[in-house]
């Protein structure tokens, strides 16, 4: 296990990995509704008839994120942020993928698959399976980001010190990698949070910031939380474009849901559930 000192981080509650400065929240257990939901989609096709002109919506997109259906998650640690330039060569001393420089504070982004996978490893960490991931984008809501039913702003929403009610930063933001390997749609899928292993590419979640400034291309979709990709390598020139947040069991007693899943339950019979630093 990690070395994990429990600290507090923007007045949350939090677990800092000492050696290299990683810090993580706990992710209460609970259940929710993963993947694009039929009151989701209502709510994009209303932003189409307001004539939002920052919406643009393609439906093989809405294919991949559905059927909706109920996951359960254990409680787990989930980086408050991607991992950092700084932390990452920590890991992996001398790291540089040779494409663009950032500040030691700024997300490290990976470029080549020979190099994200040095990276995974090294870490001590794992990756947040896909279900983990959404489950810490929607925050205990039901709504297309967890601030709500709204399209994404480029000038605000992309700020990294936003912290969503769970206490992670700029969620969505970067586009990071799961532990899933990326299937078109969830019919494969079970109901609890265990990565979906086999061959292809992995599974990525957000990345709305990577594509700024934005052009009108469905970027700010990237920013919805049931939004989901595979990291395919562009080619010709094999290039990937992605982050990583860790995740780590929880180093406590396991801890699930006290209440069962209501899968025979509406959404509006559901009442929110607390944040993580309750």
């Not at 991607?82 to 997300?107: C, K, M, N, S, W």
Request: overall charge negative; proline content about 11%; charged content about 25%.
């Amino acid at each position: 296990m990690a070395e994990l000192i429990e600290t507090v981080v923007t007045g949350r509650p939090a677990w800092r990995h000492e050696p290299s400065g990683v810090v993580f929240r706990r992710i209460p257990a609970g259940h929710f509704r993963m993947g694009l939901s039929d009151e989701e989609l209502e709510a994009v096709g209303a932003m189409l008839d307001d004539e939002d002109p920052e919406i643009v919506w393609y439906p093989n997109t809405a294919a991949e994120c559905r059927p909706a259906h109920w996951v359960t998650v254990p409680a787990f640690l989930l980086a408050r942020q991607p991992l950092t330039v700084a932390q990452a060569r920590h890991f992996l001393p001398g790291y540089d993928d040779g494409e663009i420089e950032f500040a030691d504070d700024e997300p490290a982004i990976i470029y080549r698959e020979k190099v994200l996978e040095r990276m995974l490893d090294v870490l001590p960490f794992r990756l947040p399976s896909e279900a983990e991931w959404e489950r810490v984008a929607r925050a205990g809501t039901t709504t297309l980001t967890y601030w709500g039913d709204m399209a994404p702003r480029e000038e605000t929403d992309l700020d990294p010190r936003h912290e969503n009610p769970f206490g992670l930063a700029a969620v969505g933001c970067a586009t990071e990698v799961c532990a899933d390997t990326y299937r078109p749609g969830y019919h494969h899928v079970g109901d609890d949070a265990v990565p979906h292993l086999g061959d292809g590419p992995r599974v990525t979640r957000g990345g709305a910031a990577f594509c700024r400034p934005w052009q009108g291309c469905g970027e700010e979709t990237l920013m919805f939380s049931a939004v989901r990709a595979g990291l395919y390598p562009q080619k010709p020139v094999d290039l990937i474009v992605t982050g990583i947040r860790p995740a780590l069991d929880w180093p406590g007693p396991p801890e699930m849901p006290p209440r069962p899943r209501p899968d025979q339950l509406t959404l509006l019979d559901w009442p929110t559930e607390p944040t993580a630093a309750s």
